[in-house]
């Protein structure tokens, strides 16, 4: 199974790495464990995003930058209204970052 490192970049992803950086510079881990476990962090996270989560949400606001690049579509809106079934939200600026998820599974 393929996957983008697309997490990495969330908060938890960033909190992962900076203590996987940590411990390698401490002697507690090798690099190559260190790279191991991200990996396997890409993996359980695409995993656990296509079986766990089932909301749907609807997007509107002011296109203001769209940018396709190695299969990755990336959109920054501003102003825009989120929907779900829990209800509503709006936020002055929001990145959407999304790729084909047929590619995951080459």
Known sequence: ???????????IGMCLTETLD?????GVLSPELAIQV????????TEALESEVKSKVSVKGHL???????????FILQNAQL??????????????????SKLLTQ
Request: aromatic residues 12%; negative net charge.
């Open 22 to 26: 940590q411990m390698v510079s401490g």
């Open 64 to 74: 203001h930058t769209y940018r396709f690049c190695d299969n990755v579509w990336t």
């Open 38 to 45: 991200l990996i396997q962090f890409d993996k359980s996270m």
């Open 83 to 100: 929907k779900s079934e829990d209800g509503q939200e709006t936020v002055d600026s929001v990145k959407i970052v999304a790729c084909d």
């Open 1 to 11: 199974m393929a996957t983008f490192e697309l997490y990495r970049r969330s908060t």
